[in-house]
C-alpha cells in the first residue's frame, strides 16, 4: 500500500543503519514530507546544537501522495536546524527524486553525524548503501550526477547533491537535483556539507499500491482539467515563473538597487517574452502538467552554448532587478553558475545587491572588494562575486556567512541597508505597498520568504465573493476581506490561511503551483481529501487536513522558540517603515509599512494561531492538536 | 480505420504520467519499471523521448516468438501476448528494434503496450500531445502539415530578405 514507505536513520559517524515503518497514527497527526519532517526535527535535533556540527540531523523526504495518481506529487523535502537563521532550516524542490525514493522503499531519511571522509548514499529497493565520494567532492552539481549515474549504470538513477557551495559550508548552499530543480532556501547543502555528505543516489523498482486505482485515475483526470484550465497554468506552462515579473515590476513591487528603488525601468530583455525567446522548449516534474520549467541554451558570451534550465522569478529579481543588471544574457549566466555551484539564488543575489549598495555608499572599498567595481549595473562584477561566494574568496568569503554574520564583520552602518527577517535574505518583492505580503514575511517560520505564506493572489484585485469563497473553508471565517492589496485589514487570516495550505501541500508532497497561490481556482483541501482516499486510503477530511498542517506548523514554531526565537524576530527591517517607494503606479508610490498597524496584524495573526501576545502557542492549543507532549519519541 | 500511437518528442515535457497511468491501468500501482511506455531521457540536453510498441505490420517479436504467443488483432492493430502460451524466453526483447517489449520482473513475464483495448491511457493523460491516438492514415498527414509550416517559414523568410536586397 502507499502507506508502508518507511523511515532511515542513517548514522554517518559508525555507518549504522536502521529503518522503521511509520505508525498511520503519525500519518494521520502529520501524513510525511515537511509536516513528518518537522515531528522528527523537534524531536531529534538537540537544542541549541551547531547547525554545521556532527549533532545537527539532516532529514530528506518525500510526502505521503508522492508519486501516486496526485497531479506533481513530486516534491522532496530537506529540513535541519539552519546553518544560516538557526531556527528551522527547511527546502522544497520538485524533480523526480522523491517519487524514486518511495519506489526504493523509503519516505523519509533521518541523517545523523558526520562522515569521515565525503560519501554518498546509495538506495536501493530497500537497500542503503555509504559509499564513497572522495571522487566527486568538488564536481559541480551537474557533474556529480553525470559521474554517479555512469559509476552505478543506471542511466534512471534519481540524485540529489550538494554543489561546492555546500561543500565550503556556504550557509546558503542549496541541495539539488537535476539540472535546476532547488531546495533553495535555509542553506540545507551547507548541512550536507558539513556531514561530509554529498549526495544520495536513489533507484526504485518496487510497487507503490494504490488504494483505488480506478477512481484515482478518474479523479487525477479531473483535478488535471481543473489545472490546465486555469489561465495561470497555461501561463506558466508557457513562460514559466518569470510571467509573473510583467505585473509585479509594471506595478512597481520589485526591489531595485537592493532597497532604492521599486521598478526596474529599461529592461526589455527581463521581460519573460525576452526569456522565452532564447527557451528550446518546457519540462515538466513528476506528473506534472503545468510544465514551468525553461529549457534554453546560453546564446552568447563566455558561457555560449552551454544548457541549463530556468531562469525563474526569483533569478530575474536577483540577477536582474536587485543588482540592477539588465540584460538577458547575465540573467542566464547567473543562474548557471548558481545550478552548477548549488547556491541559493536569492539570497546570493540579495547579498550581492546589498554589498554593491555598501559600495556605492562607501561603507565598501575597492580595497574590501578586492578591486571590484560593484556599482550596481556591473554584470562581470556580479558573476565574479558568484564565483567568490562559492568558492569563499575574499569578500565572498564573508558573505557566504549570510547576511547578518556578514553585516557584523563588514561592521559600520552595514547592516542598516540589510533587507532580510531572522538572517534570511528576501526575494526581490518589495512589500511596501502590499501589507499582506509584508505580514506573511514578517512571520514566516524559515526567516524572510514568500513561499511560505505569501497571499500572492491578493495582487489581483479579486472580487470580496471570491475571497470569501476561498477563504471560509474548510475552517469558517467572517472576518474581513478587501479586494485591495494595500489594505491591512483581513490580511492576517489570509496569510494564516495561505501557511496553513502550503504547509498541507508540502505534508502531501505535491507542488504548490497546484494550490491557491497563483491561481484562485485552483485545488485545494477539498480536492486533497479525495486525493488522499483514493490513493492512500486515508480518510480525512479537508477539515481533518487543515488541522494537520496547523499542528505541523505549530511544530516548527515550537522548535523556533526552543531556538530563541521571540516576537521582535516577526518583525521588519527598518526600511520598510521608514523609506517610500518612489516609483511604480500611483497607487504604489509613497507607501511604507505603517508600524502600530504592523503589530496590529501580528496581534491578530498570533490569536488566529492560539498563540500569545509573545507568540507562543498556548496550551489550550497544543492540546488541541495533540503536541503538548512534544517531544514524544515514537519515531 | 485502426488507430495508431504518435510518440513527439518534440512535444514531451519529460513529465512521465504515461508511466505511472500506465503502471496504474495495468497492474494497479504505481511503479514506471512495470509500465510499458517509457520516457528516454538524456537530462543534462533536456532531450526526453517516448518509447513504445509500434505495434509494426512485420513484427520481428511476433516473427521469433517460438511458441506463436504473439499475434496481430487486426481490429485495434495491435500485437497480442498469449500468456498462455508463453513461455518467458525474452526473445521478443532481444529482437525488438525500440526496446518496447519489457520483462516485469515483478510478475516475471513479458510486457508490452496493449492500446488499453483502445483507449490508450498514455495519450489520454498527455495535456501536451507527446502521445497522440489518432488515425494510421492521419499520422503522415500530422507530419506533413508540421514540416509544411516550417518549410513555408522558410521560405516566406527567404522570399523577404530577397525583396529587401
Not at chain 1, 495582487?459 to 471565517?477: A, E, F, T
Not at chain 1, 515550537?558 to 511604480?584: A, H, K
Request: net charge negative.
Amino acid at each position: 500500500m502507499a502507506l508502508n514507505r518507511k523511515i532511515a536513520y542513517i548514522e554517518l559517524t559508525t555507518g549504522d543503519i536502521e529503518t522503521k515503518p511509520i505508525p498511520v497514527k503519525v500519518r494521520n497527526m502529520f501524513l510525511g514530507g515537511r509536516g513528518l519532517d518537522m515531528y522528527l526535527m523537534y524531536n531529534h535535533i538537540k537544542p541549541g546544537v551547531d547547525p554545521l556540527g556532527s549533532d545537527n540531523v539532516a532529514f530528506v523526504s518525500a510526502g505521503v501522495l508522492g508519486g501516486t495518481l496526485a497531479s506533481a506529487s513530486a516534491r522532496t523535502h530537506i529540513g535541519g536546524k539552519s546553518p544560516l537563521t538557526g531556527f528551522v532550516g527547511s527546502a522544497n524542490m520538485g524533480g523526480f527524486f522523491a517519487p524514486e525514493l518511495r519506489w526504493a522503499g523509503f519516505d523519509h531519511l533521518v541523517i545523523k553525524g558526520k562522515a569521515e571522509n565525503p560519501v554518498y548514499l546509495w538506495i536501493q529497493n530497500n537497500e542503503i548503501e555509504i559509499r564513497d565520494a572522495k571522487h566527486i567532492w568538488g564536481k559541480t552539481v551537474h557533474e556529480t550526477q553525470e559521474i554517479i549515474r555512469e559509476e552505478l549504470g543506471d542511466r534512471d538513477i534519481k540524485i540529489l547533491t550538494i554543489g561546492p557551495a555546500g561543500e565550503n559550508l556556504v550557509r546558503f548552499a542549496n541541495v539539488m537535483t537535476g539540472i535546476k530543480d532547488a531546495a533553495g532556501r535555509s542553506g540545507m547543502g551547507a548541512l550536507l556539507g558539513s556531514k561530509n555528505l554529498k549526495a544520495i543516489a536513489v533507484r526504485g523498482t518496487m510497487d507503490i499500491k494504490l488504494e483505488r486505482p480506478e477512481e484515482a485515475l478518474q479523479y487525477n483526470k479531473k483535478v488535471i482539467e481543473q489545472i490546465t484550465s486555469a489561465k495561470v497554468s497555461q501561463t506558466q506552462g508557457k513562460l514559466g515563473t518569470p510571467f509573473i515579473w510583467g505585473a509585479t515590476n509594471t506595478q512597481g513591487l520589485v526591489r531595485v538597487n537592493n532597497f532604492q528603488l521599486n521598478q526596474l525601468e529599461d529592461a526589455d530583455e527581463v521581460e519573460a517574452e525576452a526569456i522565452d525567446k532564447v527557451a528550446v522548449g518546457m519540462a515538466g516534474c513528476f506528473g506534472c502538467q503545468v510544465h514551468c520549467r525553461s529549457k534554453y541554451v546560453i546564446p552568447e558570451g563566455d558561457y555560449a552554448g552551454v544548457y541549463d534550465e530556468g531562469p525563474e522569478y526569483t533569478s530575474q529579481g536577483a540577477w536582474a532587478a536587485e543588482p540592477g543588471c539588465r540584460s538577458l544574457n547575465n540573467i542566464l549566466v547567473c543562474n548557471h553558475l548558481v545550478n552548477i555551484y548549488g547556491l541559493d539564488t536569492l539570497e546570493t543575489g540579495s547579498l550581492i545587491s546589498w554589498v554593491m549598495e555598501l559600495y556605492e555608499k562607501g561603507i565598501l572599498t575597492d580595497e574590501d572588494t578586492g578591486g571590484l567595481d560593484l556599482r550596481f549595473g556591473n554584470e562581470e562584477a556580479v558573476i565574479e562575486m558568484i564565483h567568490r561566494i562559492a568558492k569563499r574568496e575574499g569578500l565572498g568569503d564573508i558573505l557566504a556567512e549570510g547576511p547578518l554574520r556578514a553585516a557584523e564583520k563588514i561592521g559600520k552602518d552595514s547592516i542598516k541597508y540589510l533587507v532580510h527577517v531572522k538572517g534570511m535574505s528576501n526575494l526581490h518583492s518589495d512589500e511596501r505597498p502590499t501589507p499582506g505580503l509584508a505580514l506573511g514575511i514578517a512571520t514566516a517560520s524559515r526567516g524572510s520568504d514568500h513561499l511560505r505564506s505569501r497571499p500572492a493572489i491578493d495582487l489581483y484585485h479579486l472580487p470580496k465573493q471570491v475571497l470569501r469563497n476561498i477563504y471560509s473553508q474548510p475552517v469558517p471565517y467572517d472576518g474581513p476581506v478587501t479586494s485591495d492589496y494595500r489594505d491591512y485589514e483581513g490580511k492576517a487570516w489570509q496569510v494564516f490561511w495561505q501557511e496553513t495550505c502550503y504547509e498541507a501541500v508540502d505534508c502531501l508532497g505535491i507542488c504548490k503551483f497546484h494550490t491557491v497561490f497563483l491561481g484562485a481556482s485552483l485545488p485545494s483541501f477539498e480536492e486533497w481529501s479525495k486525493l488522499l482516499y483514493y490513493n492512500t486510503g486515508l480518510e480525512l477530511s479537508p477539515l481533518d487536513i487543515w488541522t494537520i498542517a496547523e499542528r505541523a506548523y505549530n511544530m516548527e514554531r515550537l522548535f523556533n522558540i526552543r531556538e530563541g526565537l521571540t516576537r521582535e524576530d516577526d518583525w521588519l527591517v527598518d526600511r520598510y517603515f521608514d523609506e517610500p517607494t518612489s516609483v511604480g503606479i500611483p497607487g504604489v508610490r509613497g507607501k511604507t509599512i505603517d508600524r502600530d498597524k504592523l503589530k496590529n496584524m501580528i496581534d491578530e495573526y498570533y490569536e488566529h494561531h492560539g498563540w500569545d501576545e509573545q507568540g507562543v502557542p498556548r496550551l489550550e492549543t497544543l492540546q488541541r492538536l495533540g503536541i503538548e507532549n512534544e517531544p514524544s519519541h515514537i519515531l | 480505420m485502426a488507430k495508431v500511437l504518435i510518440l513527439d518528442y518534440e512535444k514531451c515535457t519529460g513529465c512521465r504520467l504515461c508511466e505511472l497511468v500506465c503502471s496504474v491501468k495495468h497492474e494497479g500501482v504505481s511503479n514506471p519499471a512495470r509500465s510499458r511506455v517509457k520516457i528516454v531521457k538524456w537530462e543534462s540536453e533536456g532531450r526526453y523521448v517516448p518509447m513504445s510498441c509500434q505495434q509494426c505490420e512485420s513484427a520481428p517479436c511476433q516473427a521469433v516468438c517460438p511458441v506463436k504467443a504473439l499475434s496481430r488483432d487486426e481490429t485495434l492493430n495491435r500485437v497480442l501476448v498469449d500468456y498462455d502460451a508463453c513461455i518467458g524466453c525474452r526473445m521478443c526483447i532481444a529482437i525488438c528494434p525500440f526496446g518496447a517489449m519489457s520483462f516485469d520482473v515483478l510478475a516475471k513475464r513479458i510486457i508490452k503496450c496493449d492500446l488499453c483495448d483502445g483507449v490508450p491511457l498514455c495519450a489520454d493523460f498527455c495535456e501536451v500531445g507527446a502521445i497522440q491516438y489518432v488515425d494510421a492514415g492521419q499520422q503522415s498527414t500530422i507530419k506533413q502539415v508540421t514540416a509544411a509550416d516550417k518549410l513555408s517559414e522558410i521560405m516566406q523568410k527567404v522570399a523577404q530578405a530577397i525583396s529587401a536586397v
